[in-house]
């Protein structure tokens, strides 16, 4: 010991912490947990710079990476299944992501269509149909023109008639 005893208090954390460490290894490495330098680090309660301070700390996590502490058992899931289980679930959630973005555009092109024909705005469905009924229409409407013009010279000639009776009736009685 120095004397000092802010040193003191230092290493001695220091020491307990490095004890922290080591004891969260062999934790890690008899219950066949993950093994990173960050899980190390959370399960020991220590910043992730102590272990990159304390090189032979560092090591140990390396080592024992490397080395698991015995074969995993069969009801032991591996750090490589859980990867492939979770590319796979990624897999699947950008194809379910990818079908939803096709789902969305067709139903907002249906309501578009739905809305344009309800507005009225749009094409009707049948455009041959109203082109028959419109010349049907513009058909009829020149058959009730001729009608009207013969109905009126009908009239302009029982009128030309009544004005000469009126006329001739005039000229007997006066």
């Known amino acids: ?5 802010l040193i003191d208090g230092r290493r001695a954390d220091s020491a307990r912490r490095r ?3 080591i004891q969260a290894i062999h934790a890690a490495r008899s219950i066949h947990a993950e ?4 899980a190390i680090a959370r399960a020991a309660g220590v910043d992730r710079t ?3 301070r304390h090189r032979d700390l560092l090591d140990q996590i390396h080592g024992a990476q490397v080395t698991p502490a015995a074969e995993p058992g069969p009801a032991t899931v591996g750090r490589a299944s859980l990867q492939a289980d979770l590319a796979n679930a990624h897999g699947q959630i950008n194809r379910q992501a990818a079908h939803i973005r096709n789902l969305e555009r067709r139903l907002s092109q249906l309501l578009g269509d739905q809305a344009w024909r309800e507005a009225g705005v749009g094409a009707p469905a049948d455009i041959n149909h109203l082109q028959r009924r419109i010349t049907q229409l513009e058909q009829q409407v020149i058959d009730l023109q001729d009608t009207l013009d013969a109905r009126e010279q009908e009239l302009d000639a029982a009128r ?8 001739n009736l005039n000229r007997r009685h006066g």
């Open 50 to 52: 102590f272990l990159y």
């Open 35 to 38: 093994i990173s330098v960050s």
């Open 19 to 21: 004890q922290r460490v």
């Open 160 to 167: 030309a008639a009544n004005r000469e009776l009126i006329t």
């Open 1 to 5: 010991m120095t004397g000092n005893p």
